[in-house]
């Protein structure tokens, strides 16, 4: 073979082995399997030995292991950086806007101004100025803990690095997007799968002169920390960004009914293949930031911006197999394994169907040829057959009556609130020992809002499970990283990183520990309800004694958000020998730190219940404002309430009567207002 020939091939080997390295160790995601990888880095070793003129940084047989990704520093955002709930219909934007309503108590024909905002499919950050000097820049990292790239972020010309305004805050953070353009996406080395990972991809380079390379652009939108701010509304914002030098989509609009919500919806999405940049929908937001600041957030969303996606793309493909999911609470979710297809740029080979009314309300068969829905980053899903394409021998779907992880027979359950049965089938899992719940359990706990084990993704999770190298929770804090560094795909320092991103995330707050033991209706919010009530791991730890496990579960019902749903499926979780192990095995090697309460609060340390509705705001936001100044909200009147505030319309004066009798403090709706100040 010609000398040139060689190393075309081997430079093509290496480019390919840069590329899956990238995506399994930089984004979780293997591109190829373990046996294709070896056989790639084998060929690669062999030429170099064959071929002693063969040499590249990026070979197998230069590294010990992959670029750590923790290679920046880690800092907390001043104001978090939150995520969007998704609007994928014009109802769930009517819905959206009656919430809002019904949260600030405002009549349904007000009018609400909205700020409406192409959604650039890209990178956000956060740009910290102080006295108009760029002297911080953030990704968005967990939306807490963001990481510093700076460096990276200089090399972005629309980013101004000086600003002189007399009405430029002395303290600011700048948020927007990073994105690039599709022009320049085309121009660009075809080592990214999409513009957004080329933009992700770039901004996470180690060497800020790597980044300078990429074309990247930048859209500012939005604000973090604001030292003075001298708005009032997100559009006057947006007006002043421009005079600041700052770029803004010339696409942002002003938008109120339902009508022009829609409109202006129809219209981008008709101009979005004409546009140098991918969009995947709109954001609205509240324009008026007092109404932002009273309306606050749910979790990780805000109440007042939500984004409205654009219509999915279809596809066409054949259904090869229905596979049975077992998620983490048990659920069986049917999988369609499809033939691959493209749609939209990205290849679907999987698609939910749900579960067994939806496979027999469409009759979807093994076999069948299927029209496919994606939309954005949502599973894509099946929307109807071609039934006269059906193969006449296709016979009907039979959902399995047990569980095909550990053979205990499935059952749906009883919705109270609908008063129907479930859709879901489940697992009842009753001794806490099906094999998929754990794992699934696993990648729950390793996740982003529960411990956040940075570079632990589910599909190292899968992995290490395959291996026989995890079980439980505890397990993971077991690991040998000798091992673990001579397995496929890994080397010391990509097993020192792992080592690393572990120890780290032994510090954790009580609520993150309760939410990622993954209690069965025990989300985010009743964790922090739960850890507020606990403050400590030692108070936490009561619940696995029988008996004061009934006074506690008894006190906790009291509690807003803590019915007999939650009560039940705590004392059927602590009830098992199973659990009790799991999580304290799991305790032991954690340093859980106490919940932390806003303690200069008004409401600090004090129980409050309403009855009656007030006149100028609605329950909710009376709850959110007790919560936010560090109160706590009962639902039924004991000893240890503090106050009961009676509002004007149709309070319950059973609720009054026996409050009186308990020597209850009892407020007015004046009162009220004046306690907060109103
Ligand atoms: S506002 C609470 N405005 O969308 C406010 N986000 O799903 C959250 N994005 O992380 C962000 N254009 O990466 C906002 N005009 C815009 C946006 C925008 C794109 C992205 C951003 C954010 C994600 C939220």
Not at 283 to 308: C, E, M, T
Not at 373 to 381: F, H, K, L, T, Y
Not at 529 to 535: D, H, P, R, S
Request: some cysteine; charged content about 30%.
């Amino acid at each position: 073979m010609k000398k040139e020939k060689i190393i075309k091939e081997y430079k093509k080997k290496i480019k390919d082995i840069k590329k899956y390295d990238k995506f399994y160790h930089d984004k979780n995601d293997p591109l190829v399997d373990d046996a294709k990888y070896d056989k790639l880095k084998n060929e690669i070793i062999n030429l170099e030995k064959k071929y002693s003129f063969l040499k590249n940084k990026h070979s197998p047989s230069q590294k010990i292991g992959y670029e750590p990704s923790d290679k920046f520093k880690k800092v907390n955002h001043a104001v978090p950086m939150l995520s969007l709930a998704n609007a994928f219909s014009i109802e769930n934007i009517k819905d959206f806007v009656k919430k809002i309503k019904n949260f600030l108590s405002i009549k349904e024909s007000e009018k609400i101004f909205f700020s409406a905002e192409p959604k650039i499919d890209g990178i956000s950050a956060s740009i910290k100025y102080i006295n108009g000097i760029f002297t911080l820049g953030l990704s968005r990292g967990d939306g807490k803990t963001g990481e510093d790239i700076t460096n990276n972020l200089k090399t972005i010309s629309d980013i101004p690095k000086k600003i002189v305004k007399p009405d430029f805050p002395k303290n600011i953070d700048i948020r927007g997007e990073v994105y690039i353009s599709k022009s320049d996406f085309v121009k660009i080395d075809k080592q990214f799968a999409n513009p957004r990972n080329a933009a992700g991809g770039s901004l996470r380079q180690k060497n800020a002169n790597e980044t300078k390379k990429i074309p990247l652009k930048f859209v500012a939108y939005g604000f973090g920390n604001v030292e003075t701010k001298k708005f009032e509304k997100q559009s006057e914002f947006i007006s002043l960004l421009k005079t600041w030098g700052f770029n803004t989509n010339p696409l942002n609009k002003i938008v109120s009914s339902i009508e022009e919500i829609e409109k202006n919806h129809k219209e981008i999405e008709m101009q979005r293949s004409d546009l140098d940049y991918d969009l995947d929908g709109l954001v609205y937001k509240v324009d008026n930031l007092k109404l932002q600041n009273r309306l606050g957030f749910v979790s990780n969303s805000p109440r007042w911006a939500i984004a409205h996606k654009f219509s999915a793309e279809k596809g066409f493909s054949i259904i090869k197999n229905i596979e049975i999911q077992v998620g983490r609470t048990g659920a069986l979710t049917p999988v369609a394994k499809i033939e691959p297809v493209n749609i939209g740029g990205v290849v679907v080979s999987n698609a939910t169907l749900h579960n067994e009314d939806e496979i027999n309300r469409k009759d979807i068969r093994i076999g069948d040829v299927v029209c496919i829905q994606r939309a954005g980053d949502v599973i894509p899903q099946v929307l109807y057959v071609e039934k006269i394409k059906r193969n006449k021998n296709a016979k009907k779907f039979i959902f399995p009556e047990k569980c095909p992880s550990c053979g205990s027979k499935t059952t749906k359950e009883f919705n109270f609130t609908t008063k129907k049965k479930d859709a879901v089938t489940r697992c009842p899992d009753l001794k806490f020992n099906c094999k998929e719940i754990l794992r699934e359990k696993l990648k729950h706990f390793v996740s982003k809002d529960a411990l956040n084990i940075e570079g632990f993704g589910k599909k190292i999770v899968q992995n290490f499970w395959d291996l026989n190298l995890i079980r439980y929770p505890a397990d993971i804090f077991n690991l040998d990283f000798k091992d673990i560094s001579n397995l496929d795909g890994w080397g010391n320092l990509s097993a020192s990183n792992l080592e690393n991103s572990i120890e780290n995330s032994k510090k954790i707050s009580l609520d993150k520990l309760i939410f990622a033991i993954g209690i069965r209706h025990i989300g985010q919010e009743n964790a922090k309800t739960l850890a507020k009530y606990f403050i400590n791991i030692k108070k936490f730890e009561e619940l696995f004694d029988k008996e004061k496990r009934k006074t506690i579960l008894e006190y906790l019902l009291e509690l807003d958000g803590i019915g007999e749903t939650q009560i039940n499926s705590l004392d059927n979780f602590f009830s098992n020998q199973n659990n009790l192990n799991t999580v304290s095995n799991l305790i032991k090697k954690l340093n859980v730190s106490n919940f932390k309460t806003s303690k200069s609060g008004i409401f600090y340390g004090k129980t409050i219940m309403f009855t009656g509705g007030l006149s100028k705001m609605s329950r909710a936001e009376a709850k959110a404002l007790v919560e936010k100044e560090g109160g706590k909200i009962l639902g039924t009147a004991s000893k240890k309430l503090n106050y009961l505030v009676v509002g004007g319309s149709n309070p319950t004066s059973k609720k009054v009567e026996k409050a009186k009798l308990m020597n209850v403090k009892i407020i007015d709706e004046n009162s009220w207002y004046r306690l907060l100040d109103r």
